[in-house]
C-alpha cells in the first residue's frame, strides 16, 4: 500500500514527523531519498525531536557520516549521511552492520550510495520538492 504525507511548511514540520513515526512504527531503517536541498536533514530533525532528543544535540552528519543521538530513555538513534560515501567498503568500515543490527532507528540520506547492503526490510522514503515548496513524503509498505 502506497503512504504519503504533505509537509506545506516549515511550521507543519514536526506534526508530520510525528504522523510519520505513527504509520511507520516498528521499522526501524529508514532512508530517505530525495535531491540535494529537499530537506532529508531537516526532516531527520524533525523526527529525532518527536522521538525526544534534545534540538541542540542534532546536527548533520555530512562530515562524520554518522551521529548517535539518544531519546530521554536512552534509546540510541543513528543518523547516516552517505553523501561522501564513494564505495560500499566505506560504509561497511564504519561498521554499518553493527549499527543496524542494534535494533536502534536508524536514518539514513543519500541511501543510493550504498544501495546493495541496505536491509531488504528498509522503509523507503522518498521526498519530492512541488512547485510551491511543499514536500510530500511517499512510502509503500
Do not use: Q
Not at 529537499?38 to 562524520?64: D, H, M, Y
Not at 554518522?66 to 561497511?92: C, M, Q, W
Not at 541511501?111 to 510551491?132: C, G, H, Q
Amino acid at each position: 500500500m502506497k503512504h504519503s504525507i504533505t509537509i506545506a511548511n516549515l511550521d507543519e514540520i514536526d506534526s508530520a514527523a510525528a504522523r510519520f513515526l505513527e504509520e511507520t512504527a516498528g521499522r526501524n531503517f529508514i532512508a530517505l531519498y530525495a535531491p540535494m536541498g529537499a530537506g532529508k536533514t531537516t526532516f531527520t530533525s524533525a523526527l529525532c525531536r518527536a522521538k525526544g532528543v534534545n534540538p541542540k544535540e542534532i546536527s548533520s552528519p555530512t562530515f562524520a557520516i554518522v551521529n548517535e543521538y539518544l531519546t530521554p530513555e536512552g534509546e540510541s538513534i543513528f543518523h547516516f549521511d552517505f553523501y561522501r560515501i564513494k564505495r560500499v567498503e566505506e560504509a561497511l568500515d564504519l561498521g554499518f552492520y553493527d549499527y543496524i543490527d542494534s535494533g536502534a532507528l536508524c536514518i539514513a540520506e543519500w541511501p543510493e550510495n550504498i544501495e546493495p547492503i541496505i536491509p531488504e526490510d528498509a522503509l523507503k522514503v522518498s521526498i519530492e520538492v512541488r512547485p510551491d515548496s511543499s514536500r510530500v513524503l511517499i512510502w509503500e509498505d
